[in-house]
């Protein structure tokens, strides 16, 4: 008999944490290094394709890639929920549970896979009804783009549950160590074919290559955590397909506003003012969707590490989780948010040009992004304990319905980058931003005062100084360079990392870094006893 209830409290002790609560640092160093790869991507391909290829066919580059992630809501969200119920059924020690949930949710991916290839062909075939002003071939090199790009997707959601296993374990250093490194590899597939003369149909094919590649690693890894076969047609049954399907809508809701807000927008964008547009206004919503990846590289870890306490039947220690998580979430949020918008439009000058600058759009980002970004911590948390699914669809309404009054108000005032802005900054405050929160709170019985004072002011308190740090230093240098804006940045991030040292950590985590010090590991290793 397997063990399924979820809500009962306990006093017991286990003997060994289920919970990656003792490898969260661990696993987020794991998570933020891959990372890496993809800032270094992200700066580097745009600038090599718009010098190779020109400013339209990086347009396109962004408009696959925008017609890509709408691919992603075809997965139902049904893997990247798996991981909650491996963490859960693990710590439940429910093996029968934890079979039944992989093998329907590995039949599940194979049909979502196939929907995924099957539209990425026909969004190309319909691609020449969009970009009817560009040149045939540059139609055609696109439509081999949308179609590679599309099944590199399918791939990757076939495959997807090999990656939820290792996470529901807590292993994300094994899968962000594979991914990190099928990222190495794309980058240099990428750079090389832009530098032999490759076209944007080239570099769908590397993509493409890269993910079979990759997610064939992820399973072979996933293999020697879980030794069972990953699919069991006899442990496949319909209640549990049902249950993955039921859970997976509501972890596909939450993700809708940010995807539908900014990919929609852009779309908008694009249709009005051209791929060039299009292009401008994505350079510095790439580097806010650098900082939000680091942000969620956090988040998600919460997902199994909520599903494991609940599984454990710990339900009071679930609200002091939510806080501390929340408070983590808003300290790691702020600093980099601050510096991109307030030295945004420097870094955009430096990487892509002059021409690609746009006063004030980088403090206008900035501003949107920093509670819904915040916030996603909370959601993930909620995830975790399978109360999700209103607040995901409450927060996809408000979402909704703030963007389609910002889209009509911003037809009126002619569209641009600056407005693309707004429309966004409208639309994700009302929802993630707003929403979210106040659902995550009376889920925890959190009041107003409490997560004012145990989750945003002192982070808020501490960023202050590096607030003053940008402001002052813009002032005075209206033509700051790059040189002058890294040392004036790094000024006001050591001033945060003081902060955060004396009034964040405890003291018993103090305790731990100060133990770590190589000065520190020697004192106390000569110190008789």
């Known amino acids: ?37 993809v800032v270094i991507s992200g700066f580097v391909i745009p ?33 990247s929920g798996l991981n909650r119920f491996v963490a859960l059924y693990n710590a439940q020690e429910a093996t029968e549970d934890l079979q039944r949930a992989i093998s329907s949710t590995v039949v599940l991916q194979l049909i979502v896979a196939s929907i995924t290839a099957l539209a990425a062909f026909v969004v190309s075939y319909y691609l020449p009804l969009i970009f009817d002003d560009i040149a045939d071939a540059q139609v055609v090199q696109s439509q081999y783009l949308v179609i590679f790009l599309g099944c590199g997707l399918a791939v990757r959601m076939l495959f997807w549950p090999a990656r939820s296993i290792l996470t529901g374990y807590h292993l994300w250093t094994v899968t962000s160590a594979v991914t990190a490194g099928g990222d190495i590899v794309l980058l240099v597939g990428l750079f090389s074919t832009l530098k032999f003369g490759g076209g944007l149909a080239q570099l769908g094919m590397v993509g493409l290559a890269v993910a079979i590649v990759t997610e064939g690693i992820r399973v072979t890894m996933a293999k020697r955590v879980y030794k069972r076969k990953l699919l069991v047609w ?9 249950k993955m399907i039921i859970f997976g809508l509501k972890n596909n809701v939450t993700g809708l506003p940010k995807i539908l807000a900014v990919q929609t927008t852009g779309l908008v964008l694009a249709a009005t003012a051209g791929p060039a547009a299009l292009a401008v206004y994505a350079r510095p919503l790439a580097l806010f969707h650098h900082v939000e990846r680091m942000i969620k590289q956090y988040a998600f870890l ?58 004030y759009l980088a403090p206008t980002l900035a501003a949107a992004f920093i509670f819904p970004f915040s916030h996603s911590a909370a959601m993930r948390i909620l995830v975790g304990v399978n109360s999700h699914g209103r607040i995901g669809v409450w927060s996809l309404v408000a979402t909704l319905v703030a963007l389609a009054i910002s889209v009509v108000v911003a037809s009126d005032f002619g569209w641009s980058a600056q407005i693309g802005a707004i429309v966004v900054g409208i639309s994700l405050s009302a929802g993630p931003g707003l929403v979210v929160i106040i659902g995550a709170c009376r889920r925890f ?35 700051m360079s790059f040189l002058h804006a890294s040392g004036w940045g790094l000024f006001g991030a050591l001033s945060v990392v003081g902060l955060y040292w004396k009034f964040l950590l405890s003291e018993t985590n103090r305790s731990k870094i100060r133990a ?12 008789p006893d």
């Not at 770590?516 to 110190?527: C, E, H, M, Y």
């Open 1 to 37: 008999m397997s063990k399924s209830t979820e809500n009962v409290d306990t006093d017991s002790t286990d003997k060994k944490d289920v919970t990656g609560r003792d490898r969260l640092v661990r696993n987020l160093m794991a998570r933020w290094l891959g990372q890496i790869v």
């Open 302 to 359: 919460l997902t199994p590490m909520a599903g494991s306490i609940q599984g454990l039947k710990h339900q009071s220690e679930l609200k002091e989780f939510f806080l501390s998580s929340l408070r983590s979430s808003f300290a790691i949020s702020i600093p980099p948010l601050l510096l991109l918008g307030g030295y945004g439009d420097i870094i955009i000058d430096l990487w892509m040009g002059s021409d690609y600058v746009v006063p």
């Open 445 to 479: 019985s959190v009041s107003f005062k409490e997560y004012w004072q145990r989750v945003f002011l002192h982070p808020a308190l501490c960023n202050l100084p590096l607030l003053g740090v940008i402001l002052i230093s813009r002032v005075a240098d209206s033509d």
């Open 234 to 242: 006899s442990a496949v049954d319909r209640p549990t397909m049902k």
């Open 47 to 79: 600038r090599v394709i718009d010098g190779n290829l020109g400013a339209s066919a990086l347009g396109i580059w962004d408009f696959a890639w925008s017609t890509v992630a709408y691919f992603r809501f075809m997965g139902l969200g049904l893997a």
């Open 516 to 527: 770590k010090l190589p000065g520190r590991v020697s004192t106390a290793a000569s110190t």
